[in-house]
């Protein structure tokens, strides 16, 4: 396999900083363009519901680099600047500039986009969506005493969000259309506690809620009416239901899609000069032994490095297990694996629910751990790793005694 003269990466967030970092690390030489549509640096969206979000964190916190490493490692890094279009056939990109470049590696890392809700008052002045950071800066700006916000969304980012804006005192009301939020992540037993959380901490959660449209007064949003005539005032609204992966490039190359780019363990699109990393990669899990795509930090961080070794022709399949995280308040929670809904026979739990300290397990009708979450108890995802990792069938007594060592299982 010769050497790529030229490797183009579109998309400017984790994902792609991460690419261009291990290409670089895994010895390529040649050129290398990164497509960033945004006019910051790269850089990690977690912290834009969390930390940054509720003003403990900087965006220089959450940069992937600093601008004088893409000079001294050679990156042309374009800002501001987008892929509108991929014509595989030639090996080139179009740019929004209106210029087109050649290349003969392509790494698609374009992330996600926010779902939007088809609903009257939906575009309104005062409504935001929350994936960049100026989505941060300006949610952060409507935060305050006296200040109410409605968060349409009971996901992580929803949640996210209420807790933020609890913490400057704001008044929070969550509306869910389902019986809980989380409830299709999490299942019925965890999603419970996230419910009680943020009740406790002064949020009006409004499960089974029935969402008509987001109330106007001229062209700035005022509120929610809900099925049945009821109003909720606000002086600011957050969608915050899903995102969808950004597949337009994708699309215009041609790939096999299907919820996602599909892409085989290495990353590889079915087009052998294409691959893709992060939201977008439906991944052929080698160790999972299905497909799995998740919008998930931890892709984002480590998906480049095998994406990169395989495009140089060192074959390298990406084994790590699904990992995010989350912190809301006084709880920090980690989890590890895939449990889709469906997918788990049920949730066994070592600790107390109550007292939100403990780890739940997504276990299988064949007593085999799909995934675990970790609640305030900490030093766990390493433990339990191997127990998802290898398959091992446990026994479920044993699996929720916490006097013995998860070693042991």
Partial sequence: MSTPEHVIIAGGGLAGAKTAEALREHGYRGELTLVAGENHLPYERPPMSKDYLAGRSTLEDATVHPADWYASNDVTLLTGTRVTDVDASAHEVRLDDGRSLR???LVLATGSVPRRLPIPGADAKGVHMLRTVDDSDAIRAVFGEGRRLVIIGGGWIGLEVAAAARAAGTDVTIIEALELPLLNVLGPEAATVF???HRANGVDLRIG???VAITTDGASATGVELEGGETIAADAVV?????APDLALAESAGLDIDNGVLVDATLRTSDADIYAVGDIANHEHPVLGRRVRVEHWANA????????ASLLGDETAFTELPYF???QYDLGMEYIGHAPRGAYDRVLVRGDLKAREFVAFWVGPDDRILAAMNVNVWDVVDQVKP?????RRVDPARLVDPAVPFAEL
């Fill in 301 to 308: 961080l480590n998906q480049p490095a095998a994406a990169a």
């Fill in 387 to 391: 127990l998802i990792a290898e398959g």
């Fill in 239 to 243: 969608i915050g239901v899903g995102v």
């Fill in 103 to 105: 290349y003969d590696k």
């Fill in 209 to 211: 809620a029935r969402l």
């Fill in 195 to 197: 419910a009680d959380l």
């Fill in 325 to 327: 995280y989350s912190d």
